[in-house]
């Protein structure tokens, strides 16, 4: 089922258990996604494919995430935690992350593919990584654990 559908499945699966909190998550996630849809019209695309809405997902987790910082150096518990509560929504709808051994036989195979020896030719690599595995990808660890196989 397309991430489009599935969002607007739980956001009525939501509603109808009447629980407030990942309601208000599910339509700040809709809203964005409209206004990327918007923003696309001009290119002549009337909704962004669901890599696109995968980035979206991920940008917003690491706002959160960046927001959370601030809030605990600002001892604001209260806050951080409501914004935690909105990262486990959101990462329901992102597929599955390559990490750890997997990530580490895809960037083997990277690089045997590539031929790159050194980190200068590290933007190959991650490109051969986009690639093959685009969606199921993140990018701030798979960059630094690219980085670290090179060098």
Do not use: C, W
């Amino acid at each position: 089922m397309p991430l489009r559908e599935d969002l607007t499945a739980a956001v009525k699966a939501s509603m109808l258990a009447r629980n407030a909190e990942r309601t208000s998550t599910l339509r700040m996630i809709q809203a964005k996604l409209k206004d990327a849809d918007i923003a696309a019209r001009p290119k002549g695309i009337t909704a962004i494919p669901d890599d696109e809405i995968s980035a979206l997902l991920r940008g917003m987790i690491k706002s959160r995430r960046d927001a959370v910082v601030l809030y605990r150096q600002g001892k604001r518990e209260e806050l951080a935690a409501k914004e935690e509560a909105e990262i486990t929504v959101i990462e329901e709808f992102l597929p599955k992350t390559l990490a750890g051994e997997a990530l580490e036989a895809a960037i083997k195979q990277a690089i045997a593919e590539t031929g790159a020896g050194s980190p200068k030719e590290m933007g190959k690599v991650i490109g051969a990584l986009k690639a093959k595995h685009g969606a199921a990808l993140d990018m701030s660890v798979a960059s630094a654990a690219v980085k670290a196989a090179l060098g």
